[in-house]
């Protein structure tokens, strides 16, 4: 009789054991939110960059984050939107907020790249320095920083606009405190207290019409170092997970879209890819079946 109660209570609980066990497996197959995402709003975010930290190529990750559904770049100097990306050419475009335009004109702030980051200048941009003082180091006929030929036509443009009576000045004002500024490519900085400025304008092109300053395409037009891509990178890309970094030494991680991270790629790890997420659940209950069946004839 005690032989057979003993029997009873371990069956019992095994019978516990098993029914149970595959139940709290299934948590770890089910999808959980994603850290890195490959949409910031209505711009796609593709390696280096990364939508937050952990995401992309860390180099990257120090300037780029996604606030909000809008992508910023953040340097020493301020916080910028991007308001593209051109993965073909390695290049995006950046807004400052207090940044002079045709239509509204204000004084505005520095700015600036760090020599160590992976962006610089490209050539389409043309920085123009508006509202200087007439004794700005800018207006150095020895130094010549400005452009006196086709930039004059620029500040003429700028010029023309209602928007400069937002800087103090009145439309057709006289452009002697006007300077087009050819600036470095890179760990360029721009001190408009230094320079004596009260404002600057940026744009990366004309918009095809030259001759209208409120068609002109405003904004900084930024290349980025695109030397980081790797058959690692490529590995987990093409099992659909994200390239991004863990730990202090900022290793290389492949991120799934489950929330796991892996070193290689997403295969087997995550939870869209193969469609066996069912199988997953279907396994472990088909073997605790089979071990359930042979312990009750084991014991009975």
């Known amino acids: 009789m005690l032989l057979h109660m003993r029997s009873w209570l371990l069956t019992h609980n095994l019978i516990t054991l098993f029914l149970i066990h595959p139940l709290l497996a299934i948590p770890s197959i089910i999808p959980l939110n994603a850290t890195c995402h490959d949409q ?41 939107t991007i308001s593209s990306i051109d993965y073909a050419s390695n290049s995006l475009v950046i807004a400052d907020p207090l940044m002079s335009t045709c239509s509204s004109m204000q004084n505005s702030g520095s700015f600036k790249l760090d020599r160590a980051s992976p962006f610089s200048l490209t ?71 230094k320079l004596q400025c009260s404002s600057y304008s940026a744009m990366y092109g004309f918009g095809g019409n030259e001759g209208d300053p409120m068609k002109w395409q405003y904004g900084i037009s930024l290349q980025y170092n695109d ?11 093409d099992s659909g997970g994200f390239c991004g970094f863990s730990g202090s030494d900022e ?9 796991v991270n892996t070193t290689i790629n997403c295969y087997g790890r995550g939870y869209a890819w193969s469609g066996t997420s069912r199988h997953k659940i279907q396994t472990p209950l088909k073997f605790g079946g089979f071990l359930l069946s042979w312990m009750i004839t084991a014991f009975f």
């Open 227 to 237: 030397s980081y891509y790797s058959n690692a990178c490529k590995n987990c890309e």
């Open 40 to 80: 910031c709003g209505s711009i796609t975010i593709k390696f280096p960059f990364g939508s937050g930290f952990g995401c992309g190529h860390p180099d990257f990750s120090r300037y780029i984050n996604c606030t909000s559904g809008i992508l910023h770049l953040s340097t020493s100097t301020g916080t910028y």
């Open 123 to 193: 050539p389409d941009n043309i920085f123009v320095l508006v509202g200087c003082s007439t004794t700005s180091p800018v207006f150095d006929p020895n130094a010549d920083f400005c452009d006196t030929g086709s930039g004059l036509n620029v500040c003429r443009g700028l010029y023309s606009c209602k928007g400069v009576t937002g800087i103090g000045l009145e439309p057709y004002a006289p452009i002697s405190t006007c300077c087009v500024y050819d600036p470095p490519v890179s760990g360029y900085g721009l001190d408009l207290p």
């Open 251 to 259: 290793s290389f991680a492949c991120k799934c879209r489950n929330g």
